[in-house]
């Protein structure tokens, strides 16, 4: 396992074939009769000659060098890295599901309408807000889609809003997010409990507030009290409420945002539904808002007739348009709806019960042990901060490569960006107490050895198949790609 | 409350409760106030067994009318081409599909170097110097590059040809709305761009020019001709394409593209409704820090050796919030992963091969339209394995597909939907999976239907 694993394009021995295609049924005429030499490629593209047997060793090596919850705990706090059912894998793989075209007659696709439909609904009650849209790929793709509806909403009302406020707690992409809807974004501090700072939201809001973007429960884990205040400060000055939904997996049946003055929510079905991250994606962000909002939705949404006929509605003219071509990611809508069934309302209720019960205790397990910025209640994820081990030479990013060695994910680290050394731990609540508790010794264990034995710490991780990688000379000398060419 | 994705025991609930100092759960959300806490059961659909969701979804699925009991004529930006069994056992390897993004690289080295034979798979067939790890699809990805044009070259004018895919032209409108980006259209003339109309669009205010080859209508356009237009004032050329016709066909980069998009559905991605696909970038290496999304970069370890990380992270926006160059976070990894999977299947020959054989059966298919008499091919440039049939006066594309369904086929898509001018008007599709017998039925089948 130690070894390097070569490139793919290493492995490549000239005459290999790894693939089967049909011979040519049709009487074929040379290919520069029927396009022009001029438009055809000059030399072929330099891509590999492989056998079968070379592409199953090559990726099932790359997979051995890589982990996922299906290896172990993996508590990336803010990322909800539960455990992702292998009905949901089975179900997205049905030919009536994988093999059909977007284009294909409304009439030849009512079973994929119907469940994006009964999914759109479930969507809605579960959030509190009257209408779903299933477009948006991912997380920040939802919060641009939803803030893009916040501005033709004001523009609609003929009024110039420019501006989006958002706590310094917040998710990178939600001022990133802000920009690209054309807002500028207006950063308030966090009080010292870590919430919203009534008086600094104050002074903040003015005519030119578009919206304020918000997660509840924040990204230290706590429960935003004053919530209904925030919303009629906000609301006052003429903005909408914006929430972002990282952490639906603490709330679920217990509160929802359209009850809590939201106007817009985003989903992100890879944390909240247990839809597989995929090393990085696919992901979906559906988004849902409030009636006052419904006529500005990206089309096209899922619609029923009264006798039972679904069909999609490209949506008026009022709508910001198309944010995605087709229907969404429509692999995972399936993924998601297939895990909200295998619960349905009361077990999702017990799911954050148990979430946010993991997470508390953890909290109380490490709080003697690591410096909580936050001491109290916390909802589904608690962060500590790494600043007590500063006076050993060893810092946040140490441990986390230390836990490494003990076959763990690390949590997320040096995030929010309002707590220093922020270590921010996420349990879920598909993982068994015993899973806890060892992770908890590991964590005390590791406080020990950054007294005793520093650089242990500072030289992980030991066992890994590369220890600790260079990332200043990959971002000085970039080597992006293997350039064969 | 038993379930099998729970692992919480009564027991294990009250040790912990003790442990936290609990005397009820509800102790826990005591912080959300009362009037905004939910009471009652939400109105969601019930909780079924395994075995009854399992029916109940294939009830949902045997529903659709799918590939295997349709022979499909469709493409207009989704494909049926073969998707070779191998690439769904890696695929399900779940070490790769239930991991996070790799941001910690001494545990994540498989799919970071799998990312980086990506990028270098999407570099070699699009000519380009830098390629990303992926976008949403081809038309946020077409977006983007519009995005990006506009930022470097601090202009506010694009300019895209009608032929470009109708609904990633949506998507690049409602992107322009939001950086204020005034989006201007070239018209077309026998299927390819109209050369004299884009360069009369192209100022020194254009951004960029953006065109796709093949186009929306299958044809392949002239590149080098487009260059020298989308060039002529300094603006960029971003070219979506389909990554298995860069097989046979000359690569953008190499005819003069700064910019090249398009989606990687083509490559061993099952259609899937549309989604989730794989949108691919690439960029010449002047645009190298300008590029959205992840990038994977190599790298040596504290011995020495080889090891990939997530680089150039000074322009995303986790690290620079409202300055990032786009807000991308979550991508398509897996689908890159599928893609790879697919150009390592394939490899030097095989891309080769696929792609001869959807220009044969393409031109074969065309060549039946031509000679049926009652239908025609309204042009003449050079196409892949899409093109254009002109129905008769009197036949309403969408009722003629109505009817070819129940014939067992997925007829072509009704370019009346999206340009008003080709009412009557249907782009088929020919895969290396259409047979000629398929193919013959098909053609005899519609003409047969025609009144």
Same mark, same amino acid.
């Given at each position: ?92 793989? +049905? ?29 809605? #009650? ?56 054309? +807002? ?51 609301? !006052? ?58 006529? %500005? ?12 006929? =679904? ?11 198309? @944010? ?11 993924? /998601? ?21 993991? !997470? ?47 076959? =763990? ?28 508790? $060892? ?7 590791? $406080? ?38 | ?49 395994? /075995? ?8 949902? #699925?045997?529903?659709?009318?799918? +590939? ?29 599909? &239930? ?26 067939? &699009? ?5 990303? /790890?992926?976008? =949403?699809?081809?038309?946020? /990805? ?64 254009? $951004? ?7 186009? +929306? ?10 260059? #020298? ?66 990038? @994977? ?71 039946? %339209? ?48 999206? =340009? ?32």
């Amino acid at each position: 396992m130690k070894q390097e694993q070569p490139l793919i394009f290493e492995l490549s021995r000239p005459g290999r074939v790894a693939y089967s295609l049909p011979a040519c049924d049709v009487p074929a005429v040379p290919v520069s009769e029927l396009i022009p030499q001029s438009m055809l490629r000059e030399r072929p593209a330099d891509l590999p000659e492989l056998y079968e047997v070379d592409v199953i060793r090559h990726y099932t090596a790359l997979s051995r060098r890589n982990f996922g919850i299906d290896n172990g705990f993996y508590p990336l706090g803010s990322c909800t890295m539960k455990y992702n059912p292998k009905i949901n894998e089975d179900a997205a793989r +049905f030919a009536g599901f994988a093999k059909i075209h977007p284009y294909q007659p409304e009439e030849s696709v009512q079973g994929a309408l119907e469940l994006l439909y009964r999914l759109q609904k479930d969507l809605a #009650a579960l959030t509190g807000m009257d209408q779903v849209t299933l477009q948006p790929a991912a997380g920040a793709h939802g919060e641009w889609t939803g803030l893009m509806m916040i501005r033709a909403y004001h523009e609609k009302r003929g009024e110039k809003r420019t501006k989006v406020i958002v706590p310094d707690s917040s998710h990178g992409t939600n001022p990133a997010s802000a920009a690209v809807a054309g +807002f500028e974004t207006i950063t308030i501090k966090s009080n010292d409990k870590g919430l919203v700072d009534l008086a600094a939201l104050r002074a903040a809001v003015g005519d030119d507030t578009a919206a304020l973007m918000l997660t509840n429960p924040n990204t230290l884990g706590l429960f935003e009290e004053q919530i209904e205040e925030i919303a009629g400060i906000v609301h !006052a000055a003429g903005g909408l409420l914006y929430y972002d939904g990282a952490n639906s997996n603490a709330i679920m049946g217990i509160a929802r945002p359209g009850d809590m003055g939201f106007d817009v929510v985003h989903l992100n079905l890879h944390k909240t539904m247990s839809t597989p991250h995929g090393g990085g994606g696919p992901g979906a962000g559906p988004v849902g808002v409030k009636s006052k909002l419904v006529p %500005f939705l990206p089309g096209p949404l899922v619609k029923k007739t009264a006798d039972d006929v =679904y069909y999609l509605d490209a949506g008026g003219e009022d709508s910001i348009g198309r @944010v995605k071509a087709f229907y969404g990611n429509f692999g995972i809508l399936v993924r /998601a709806y297939t895990y909200i069934r295998s619960l349905g309302p009361e077990l999702l209720r017990r799911v954050s019960e148990c979430a946010v019960l993991n !997470a508390n205790y953890m909290r109380k397990r490490l709080e003697p042990y690591y410096e909580t910025p936050y001491p109290g209640i916390c909802k589904h994820e608690f962060v500590l901060s790494g600043k007590g081990l500063k006076k050993y030479g060893v810092r946040t990013l140490d441990v986390a490569k230390r836990l490494l060695d003990f076959g =763990y994910h690390p949590p997320t680290i040096y995030f929010p960006l309002n707590v220093e050394e922020c270590i921010m731990i996420e349990p879920t609540e598909t993982e068994s107490k015993e899973t806890l508790d $060892a992770f908890i010794e590991t964590m005390i264990l590791i $406080a020990q050895e950054a007294e005793r034995e520093p650089d242990l710490l500072l030289n992980a991780p030991h066992t890994t198949v590369v220890g600790r990688l260079d990332e200043a000379q990959a971002a000085r000398k970039p080597v992006l790609n293997c350039s064969c060419s | 409350m038993k379930h099998r994705y729970l692992p919480m025991t009564e027991q294990d609930q009250a040790e912990m409760m003790k442990v936290i100092g609990i005397r009820s759960l509800d102790e826990l959300f005591a912080d959300i106030p009362d009037s905004v806490r939910y009471k009652g059961t939400l109105p969601m659909s019930e909780a079924l067994d395994e /075995a009854a969701l399992f029916k109940h979804l294939k009830q949902l #699925a045997d529903r659709n009318t799918d +590939f295997d009991k349709a022979v499909c004529f469709l493409g207009a930006g989704i494909y049926d081409h073969h998707v070779p069994v191998v690439i769904n056992h890696i695929l399900s390897r779940s070490e790769f599909y &239930t991991a996070y993004t790799p941001y910690q690289p001494e545990i994540s080295q498989g799919e970071l170097q799998a990312i980086f034979e990506f990028q270098s798979y999407i570099c070699e067939l &699009t000519g380009l110097k830098v390629a990303n /790890a992926s976008m =949403y699809d081809g038309a946020t /990805a077409l977006a983007e590059a519009g995005a990006l044009a506009s930022g470097h070259t601090k202009r506010k004018r694009i300019v895209v040809s009608r032929t470009v895919h109708p609904e990633a032209r949506a998507v690049l409108r409602t992107t322009a709305r939001g950086l204020n980006l005034e989006i201007v259209e070239a018209g077309y003339a026998n299927g390819t761009t109209d050369l004299e109309q884009l360069a009369a669009s192209v100022t020194d205010q254009t $951004a960029a020019v953006i065109v796709q080859s093949p186009n +929306f209508f299958g044809c392949i356009e002239d590149l080098r001709a487009i260059e #020298a237009i989308a060039h002529r004032h300094q603006g960029l050329l971003i070219v979506s394409t389909n990554p298995l016709a860069l097989g046979l066909l000359e690569s953008p980069g190499r005819l003069g593209a700064d910019i090249a998009v398009g989606d990687a559905q083509p490559l061993g991605i099952p259609a899937s409704f549309g989604g989730p696909t794989c949108g691919f970038f690439a960029v010449t290496e002047a645009l190298m820090r300008k590029i959205p999304g992840r990038i @994977v970069g190599q790298t040596v370890d504290r011995n020495g050796k080889r090891g990939f990380v997530l680089t150039l992270q000074a322009r995303e926006q986790h690290i620079r919030r409202e300055k990032a160059t786009s807000n991308i976070c979550s991508n398509q990894a897996l689908l890159a992963l599928c893609a790879s999977v697919y150009l390592s299947v394939m490899g030097k020959s095989g891309m080769i091969e696929v792609a001869q054989l959807n220009v044969q059966k393409a031109h074969y298919t065309a060549g039946l %339209f031509k000679r049926s008499g009652r239908m025609s091919l309204p042009f003449t440039a050079p196409f892949f394995n899409e093109f254009v049939v002109r129905l008769p006066d009197d036949a309403e594309a969408g009722e003629v597909n109505r009817r070819l369904l129940t014939e067992g086929f997925l007829g072509g898509y009704d370019l009346g939907l999206a =340009y008003p001018e080709l009412k009557g008007h249907m782009l088929v599709a020919v895969t290396e999976r259409r047979t000629k017998e398929e193919i013959d039925r098909f053609v005899e089948r519609l003409e047969a239907g025609l009144a």
